[in-house]
């Protein structure tokens, strides 16, 4: 499992996000990769699970795609659970424009579900709960 984070260098329009959530979503079934992206301004969490080999292969295919992009891992380790086993690459996109409907999140159904697995007690998870809080306050806060 491997968690980390990148911003863009500007702020991408919805034709740019689409190819890039749509690709990543092709590599994970490729190699058998599952997890979730979430975006917001500019901003991913990716987090990918599944065999050691699968998710470094996803992981160094992204590196490659955006040379000038930093990323930043902030936790790698052995899988505890696949939260998103259903999913190549679930993608939750925190913003209220026309990129909605790249996110798998939008039913009551698929909400609560990330809910649930956001409340469960581990570092992957936290972090990602930290990532959705801290950019839906920063979305607020720009709002006001």
Not at 7 to 23: A, G, I, P
Not at 57 to 67: D, F, G, I, T
């Amino acid at each position: 499992m491997l968690v980390y984070v990148s911003s863009t260098t500007c702020l991408q329009d919805s034709t740019m996000l689409r190819k890039y959530v749509l690709e990543l979503k092709r590599q994970c079934e490729t190699y058998h990769a599952t997890g979730l992206l979430i975006y917001s301004a500019g901003n991913y969490l990716r987090f990918i699970e599944g065999d050691y080999d699968s998710v470094q292969m996803v992981y160094q295919l992204e590196r490659m795609a955006e040379p000038d992009v930093d990323f930043i891992k902030l936790y790698g380790g052995a899988d505890r659970y696949l939260y998103f086993q259903n999913y190549p690459m679930g993608a939750h996109i925190l913003e209220t424009n026309e990129l909605k409907d790249l996110g798998d999140f939008q039913s009551q159904e698929m909400r609560e579900y990330l809910d649930e697995c956001t409340s469960i007690n581990d570092a992957p998870m936290s972090l990602v709960k930290k990532f959705i809080e801290y950019n839906g306050l920063m979305r607020s806060l720009s709002a006001q």
